[in-house]
């Protein structure tokens, strides 16, 4: 068991150097990286060739020295992810190496549909990306991006009041209406964006405030992002602003959601129904008065959190991260105002848009890494 074991970290070490490699790593060049010897990396490299994950290039010579057979991740191996949001459908999917192999988006008003309804039109959207990818294309997984609570087995929505949903058995009704080639994994739509905003900044510890469909959040500790004992930790959102207040979603009332997440701000600035998230912000950005009240209402909701667990900076993802300059000052004021920090930075996230459903695309290519024992066991 311990010799499977170490035969599968060292192979994802070869991999991994591989993809770094982008095309020109030898099996040399993979043994000088990996510190592992020659014949080691040999067999390793014929493991991960029978198993389709890695591709030989024609070998190519360099000056005098022996010819050199470059190694690539091979394009035939796709993580799919897909994204349910409050007015579209988007489905991405990325090459090992990280590549985007296919990008399509549907225009869809979620709320306005049954759970069934966008399950028919999801595994559609789905077939029609399938089909368009070069044949013998293997698909690592499939993961669902929702603005819900999910399951803790990933399989059902628990609670997405936003698209006005409620223990629905999400996977299930995809798998039926079509989509059998993989198993289908839901996850929450801030998290997503939160552990994609981790890797891209290792070892730091913030909030996370994401506005897309509701608004999500999350607490990253040294790079990691909590979990919590339910998986809610981290929902901002959920924060009271107004004791008594506005009704959220949530079935609270008074939830910082409930003045500015994105149905609120469509109301409040009085822009139509078809303003869509993707052009929210350039519509707000325009209205200094609103971005002033919006920026000291999130202050005073996230205030205490930033007393609570210490922590001295606050990132802005979604529609909030180009509105950071707008929010700034009333933002930073109103933080300063009500916690023990003297100084909270505030920034914008690395990605604003698009970042769930590369998010749900890259935790589909971690299965395979997960699961590189199965992998190898694959003998086409
Ligand atoms: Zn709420």
Not at 33 to 46: D, G, H, I, N
Not at 106 to 124: D, K, N
Not at 206 to 216: A, K, N, P, S, V
Request: charge should be negative; aromatic fraction near 4%; glycine fraction near 12%.
């Amino acid at each position: 068991m311990r010799v499977q074991r170490l035969r599968e970290i060292n192979t994802l070490a070869v991999l991994e150097s591989i993809i770094a490699g982008r095309g020109e790593s030898s099996r040399a060049d993979v043994a000088t990286a990996t510190k592992l010897t020659r014949p080691t990396v040999s067999a390793l490299v014929e493991g991960l060739l029978a198993a389709g994950l890695v591709e030989e290039r024609e070998s190519v010579r360099a000056g005098t020295g022996r010819p050199k057979t470059p190694l690539v991740a091979s394009s035939k191996v796709v993580g799919l992810g897909a994204e349910v949001a409050a007015d579209h459908l988007r489905v991405l999917g990325l090459g090992l190496d990280g590549s985007t192999v296919i990008d399509e988006a549907r225009h869809t008003e979620v709320a306005l549909r049954s759970p069934e309804q966008t399950a028919l039109q999801l595994a559609e959207l789905l077939r029609s990306c399938r089909e368009r990818l070069p044949q013998g294309t293997r698909i690592s997984a499939l993961t669902v991006s929702l603005p819900a609570r999910i399951s803790g087995d990933g399989t059902c929505v628990a609670s997405g009041p936003n698209i006005g949903w409620r223990d629905v058995p999400f996977s299930k009704l995809v798998t039926d209406a079509g989509w059998s080639e993989t198993p289908v994994f839901l996850a929450n739509d801030a998290n997503l964006a939160a552990h994609h905003e981790a890797d891209a900044r290792p070892g730091e510890s913030f909030l996370f405030l994401h506005g897309e469909t509701g608004i999500g959040g999350a607490i990253v500790v040294d790079g990691t992002p909590l979990p919590g004992t339910h998986g809610w930790a981290g929902e901002l959102g959920h924060l009271p602003l107004v004791p008594g207040g506005a009704r959220c979603g949530c079935g609270l009332e008074g939830c910082l959601e409930a003045y500015v997440g994105f149905h609120a701000l469509r109301k409040r600035a009085g822009l139509p129904d078809s303003t869509c998230l993707d052009t929210i912000a350039g519509r707000l950005s325009a209205n200094q008065e609103l971005t002033d009240q919006i920026g000291h209402e999130i202050g005073t909701a996230l205030a205490g959190a930033f007393t609570l667990l210490d922590i001295d900076s606050l990132v802005l993802s979604g529609y909030f991260a180009p509105l950071a300059p707008a929010l700034h000052k009333t933002l930073s004021q109103a933080l300063s105002a009500h916690s023990f920090a003297e100084q909270i930075h505030i920034s914008p996230a690395a990605q604003s848009r698009g970042v769930e459903v590369l998010g749900a695309a890259q935790a589909s290519l971690q299965r395979v890494r997960a699961d590189i024992g199965d992998w190898l066991s694959i003998k086409d």
